[in-house]
């Protein structure tokens, strides 16, 4: 029996509303697990080795306190952090048919942070929205794990976190099912330079648009501005509302950190404009009493403004086969481009998610990748 080292990262402590996350108090890295690969059981299931992994802002969500409904169910204590990954093959019990899951498959979507898994095998993909409860909350873990769509590798697997993962389904749903966009109309995109957001940029320009965004650095401004936005800025040094003042009125907002954004995009929209609610980031750590309340509320029926609660697993049945058509096509073609941020190592997997929800966001440019280990 050889055993192999199995390090994982395991949510130990729920966060209080108002808490940031702590590495090594909230979720903490543990080196000591290990698994004999040949001879682990299956169950019926497959063995996954652990090739990439994404901090995202959703986990903070999961890691919230029970007391607390949202859209997503909660994390278990002691259990390891379940969240996007990039997984090969090793050994299968399900191998050899259409529906079967191959050795040497490469597969993404939600599962363990850890180096190797046993998964159940599941027939088919789980429907985001199943085992959803009560009435508004989705049971992420049902989702589980899907090969690739490209299982050709013609993009590099991190792509699969950006452009060609969440983000990209994210930012494509939401502009399709909402924006009812026009050539020539105004877009403003909070959070311009995360995984949504940059690809809400390439998408508004390649439909026309003339886009606004913001992001928490100048050299994130740059990039801004290298992707398609026509008017880009930092708004830590420049206000929202100063900037939406000198260069709206809006058509569309697209809203990825709540607050006191969304008052000035109220005040700046034009009639009938578009609101694309996605996400608040600047809020998933403020208690609500310390949330910002936005003052201009009554205008939203003055203006007629159309506002859009969006959650990315609502649109999959209906909108992913065109988003696999349509979005790889853009990048073959050079207008759709994919960033990330890479970090080496699961064992700064808590660290790099700690930076993605500290106040004022991450420093680095791209979507953050966690590289656990090479194929
Ligand atoms: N509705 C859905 O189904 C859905 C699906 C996926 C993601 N989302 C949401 O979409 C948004 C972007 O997600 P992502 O995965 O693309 O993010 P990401 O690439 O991980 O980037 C997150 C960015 O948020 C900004 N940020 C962090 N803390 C902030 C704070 N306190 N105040 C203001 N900005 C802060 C930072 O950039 P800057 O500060 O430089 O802007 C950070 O780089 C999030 O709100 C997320 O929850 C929603």
């Given at each position: 029996m050889v055993l192999t080292p199995n390090p994982r990262v395991v949510f130990a402590k729920r966060l209080g509303p108002g808490?940031?996350?702590?590495p090594g108090e909230h979720i903490v890295y543990d080196a000591s697990p290990t698994i004999d690969l040949d001879a682990v059981p299956l169950n019926g299931g497959f063995l996954t080795k652990t090739l990439m992994l994404s901090p995202e802002p959703f986990l903070r969500e999961r890691m919230r306190d029970l007391s607390v409904q949202s859209t997503l169910t909660h994390a278990v204590v002691g259990a390891p952090v379940v969240g996007t990954v990039l997984v090969v093959v090793l050994r299968s019990e399900k191998e050899g048919n259409d529906t079967g899951v191959n050795v040497g498959d490469h597969m993404s979507g939600l599962s363990?942070?850890?180096?190797?898994?046993?998964?159940?095998?599941?027939?088919?993909?789980a429907d985001l929205n199943a085992g959803t409860y009560p009435d508004w909350t989705v049971d992420l873990e049902a989702f589980g794990l899907a090969p690739v769509p490209d299982p050709h590798g013609a993009y590099p697997w991190s792509h699969y976190f950006s452009v060609l993962g969440g983000p990209g389904l994210t930012a494509f749903f939401g502009f399709e099912a909402y924006g009812d966009a026009k050539?020539?109309?105004?877009?403003?995109v909070s959070s311009g330079a995360s995984g949504v957001g940059s690809v809400v940029i390439q998408l508004a320009k390649?439909?026309?648009l003339?886009?606004?965004a913001s992001a928490g650095s100048d050299a994130k401004v740059?990039?801004?501005?290298?992707?398609g936005a026509d008017i880009a800025f930092n708004y830590k040094t420049t206000p929202v509302e100063a900037a939406l003042k000198e260069h709206g009125p809006l058509d569309i907002y697209w809203d990825n950190v709540g607050g006191a954004s969304i008052e000035s995009a109220i005040e700046h929209a034009r009639a009938r404009a578009r609101f694309i609610m996605c996400g608040s980031i600047s809020e998933y750590s403020t208690p609500p009493s310390e949330c910002y309340g936005v003052k201009n509320t009554s205008k939203i029926f003055k203006k007629r403004l159309q506002i859009h609660g969006l959650f990315v697993g609502d649109h999959v049945a209906a909108l992913a086969p065109r988003f696999y058509a349509e979005v790889p096509a853009l990048m073959a073609q050079g207008k759709m481009h994919a960033r990330e941020a890479l970090t080496e190592g699961l064992e700064?997997?808590?660290?790099a998610l700690m930076k993605l929800l500290q106040e004022g966001g991450a420093e680095e440019l791209g979507k953050p990748v966690v590289v656990v280990a090479k194929e």
């Open positions: 808490s940031l996350l702590i363990h942070w850890e180096a190797y898994t046993v998964q159940p095998y599941v027939e088919g993909r050539k020539g109309e105004t877009i403003y390649e439909k026309g003339r886009v606004i740059e990039y801004m501005r290298s992707i700064n997997a808590p660290e």
